[in-house]
């Protein structure tokens, strides 16, 4: 997005209209007939008026697909994954049966990538799941340990380059030789010692191979990416970010750590949350001013009613998840977080942002008192259950959709969606939930 001259002038209301139009212009779309830049435009609109909540034509639905889309088409979840073309077949066979108002990109991540890197932070078909698995799991422990706070803290940078990326990362295991990055008098003497140890030159040859499988991987992404643009789907560009006790809890300390954490040494936690919160925020905005979508897509973990007391959350997970919030609202963007887990006791604290600011979207929180609290102050959306769609008939996902159509989506605001994504789902529960959307969804005036 071209930024004018005088953004830092504008209010964060003024900056999000300019994405806004931005995001209706559907710059460099050729669109392949009338009636596709109709619905483009007609997309947009519902969407818009959904989170600013107004009134729309009808409520918008969204699908999580998750790896449904290879399923569909015949093929599993690790055929996808090392086959490029077929991963494109899989995805467009998915964006032409099913009519929904946005289309994410379904791509769970390249396996001959995942191989060349040697990945350790995640497990996936052809290492160590099934070939059927319904998605990658992510591995979970200590990749910074307990006594190292302060090297984080100190220098965040160097941390990264010389511990957390060889823990992560087989093909970086070269980098934990290296001396602290602390001083820029020998850096570069450092460099080119590296470049002479062996284990430097494999590394550099690894990722030259794993860049080239990128591109190559890249290449058709953007290719159907476009083609679903000319279709008629908006833009599914935007950023991404972390609220920052999730950074620690799922990346650095796990889960485990981060809970012990809480009570032996919260200091270091908080202080460690301030010092991300900067990071994730630059990097957030970076991603969003690249793409045409106004929406920062919010993966929620670690702040639930389950994982930690109120006060805990008060203390640990909604000041510096707040502040990143607050950032991307006076840049005009559009958070849109999911809610894991249940955050019935939460949602007050989501008042504390401007109205018409935010898209919550929940998985099991109860959606009645959701629009209770919320209802009129922010756009939510979700609570379409994957076990719902996974073992429900048409009939029962037809019967909840309306249920949830009539609870949110009085005086709008509301976005039929699920909270989860899914794989092997009977196609017809989909279409169920697409067509209650568009016919039993309709304001009418």
Request: charged share 25%.
């Amino acid at each position: 997005m071209e930024k004018p001259e005088n953004w830092s002038e504008l209010t964060w209301q003024e900056k999000r209209e300019k994405r806004f139009a931005w995001w209706r212009a559907a710059h460099g779309i050729n669109f392949i007939s009338k009636e596709a830049r109709a619905k483009h435009d007609a997309r947009i609109d519902r969407m818009i008026k959904a989170i600013k909540i107004e009134i729309p034509d009808r409520v918008p639905v969204n699908i999580a697909a998750g790896s449904f889309p290879a399923y569909y088409a015949g093929y599993d979840l690790k055929t996808i994954m090392y086959d490029v073309e077929k991963m494109r077949e899989a995805w467009m066979k998915f964006a032409r049966d099913f009519d929904t108002d946005s289309l994410g990109w379904m791509s769970p991540g390249n396996g001959l990538v995942n191989d060349i890197m040697g990945s350790k932070v995640y497990r996936w078909p052809g290492d160590g799941l099934p070939d059927d698995a319904s998605m990658i799991q992510f591995v979970e422990t200590d990749y910074m340990k307990t006594d190292e706070y302060d090297a984080f803290l100190d220098n965040p940078t160097d941390y990264i380059i010389r511990y957390f990326l060889p823990r992560t990362y087989g093909v970086f295991a070269p980098l934990a030789k290296l001396s602290p990055l602390s001083s820029f008098m020998g850096v570069s003497n450092q460099m080119m010692m590296a470049a002479g140890d062996p284990d430097f030159r494999k590394m550099a040859r690894t990722l030259l191979k794993a860049y080239n499988e990128t591109i190559k991987w890249g290449r058709v992404a953007a290719e159907c990416t476009r083609i679903c643009r000319e279709m008629g789907y908006p833009a599914g560009g935007g950023g991404i970010a972390l609220a920052p006790f999730d950074t620690v809890a799922d990346m650095l300390r796990g889960t485990h750590g981060s809970v012990m954490d809480m009570y032996r040494q919260p200091d270091k936690l908080l202080e460690a949350c301030e010092k991300i919160l900067n990071f994730t925020l630059r990097s957030a905005l970076e991603t969003a001013d690249a793409g045409d979508s106004p929406m920062v897509f919010i993966p929620m973990h670690k702040g639930d009613d389950m994982f930690m007391s109120d006060k805990q959350f008060e203390k640990f997970y909604w000041p510096s998840y707040k502040k990143l919030l607050m950032g991307l609202i006076d840049e005009g963007l559009v958070p849109s977080p999911v809610v894991d887990g249940t955050y019935n006791r939460r949602l007050e604290y989501l008042r504390d942002l401007p109205r018409a600011s935010v898209v919550w979207t929940f998985e099991k929180t109860d959606m009645a008192l959701a629009k209770k609290v919320l209802g009129g102050h922010a756009c939510i959306a979700g609570n379409v259950t994957g076990s719902l769609m996974c073992t429900g008939t048409p009939e029962d996902v037809t019967r909840y959709c309306r249920w949830l159509i009539d609870t949110c989506a009085p005086g709008g605001g509301y976005i039929l969606s699920m909270g989860v994504s899914v794989d092997k789902v009977n196609p017809e529960n989909f279409q169920a939930m697409i067509k209650t959307a568009k016919e039993y969804g309709v304001y009418r005036k």
